[in-house]
């Protein structure tokens, strides 16, 4: 079975400054993708990013972007010039090619230091 | 666009009673799913329906029955709640096509407390 860990409980970030949190995962297959979640204090989950295991280049969203280590099953998230209303759990998520199941990671929660 | 929309947002039960909690997505998606989130657990698949008439089991299905009712509803029952269901239930759909890193688009969630 898959498995995705997010080793960091609880991390914090200076207002402005980048923040990088860390995602692994455990698969035998080589298509998949992956996808990194953000649910504020209202509880709604949202996407933040989401990499093709194919792609070799890393996706980016705005202030968003991801380290995709394919070989050693590593997935980060960078948020560079981090905001307040980044404050929130952040969830690494894993699914298989063809699969219609998403599996969670225990998620990190961040906060913003003003 | 609604989306993903579940009720209630908040319930108590006591021990041993029963609820159903509705889901409904107004986006043609083909497929639906049931997580519960606890505190350290993340999110964890309680059931899934691929389509309309299909459900399967996810990580946690114990003391939970779903029904796919049509393409729209997605229901999920605790038929004797425990204490052990206290948690945030969340829906969630998604089209699956044969490619493409499809997203799942997440109801607002459920506060089930059990006493």
């Known amino acids: 079975a898959q498995t995705v860990t997010q080793s960091q409980p609880e991390m914090s970030v200076q207002e402005a400054e980048t923040v990088t949190l860390s995602c692994t995962y455990d698969?035998?297959?080589?298509?998949?993708?992956l996808f990194w979640y953000k649910q504020p204090p209202s509880r709604q989950m949202i996407l933040v990013i989401r990499?093709?295991?194919?792609?070799?280049q890393n996706a980016t969203e705005n202030r968003f972007s991801v380290n995709f280590q394919k070989a050693a099953k590593s997935f980060s998230l960078k948020i560079s010039d981090s905001q307040l209303g980044d404050a929130a759990m952040y969830f690494c998520a894993y699914r298989t090619f063809g699969n219609e199941k998403l599996t969670f990671g225990t998620g990190t929660r961040l906060t913003i230091i003003p | 666009n609604a989306g993903v929309t579940q009720t209630p947002k908040f319930q108590v039960l006591k021990t041993g009673q029963s609820m159903t909690l509705q889901c409904a997505q107004d986006m043609n998606h083909n497929s639906m799913y049931w997580y519960r989130q606890d505190p350290g657990m993340g999110l964890r698949l309680i059931y899934y329906s691929a389509s309309e008439g299909t459900t399967d089991k996810g990580e946690v299905p114990n003391g939970y029955n779903v029904s796919r009712l049509n393409k729209r509803e997605f229901s999920l029952r605790l038929e004797s709640a425990a204490p052990s269901q206290t948690s945030v239930y969340f829906c969630?759909?998604?089209?699956?096509?044969?490619?493409?890193?499809?997203?799942?688009?997440f109801g607002a969630g459920s506060r089930l407390t059990v006493l």
């Open positions: 990499q093709e295991a194919y792609k070799q």
């Open positions: 969630a759909s998604m089209q699956v096509w044969s490619s493409g890193a499809n997203v799942l688009t």
């Open positions: 698969t035998s297959e080589s298509d998949y993708y």
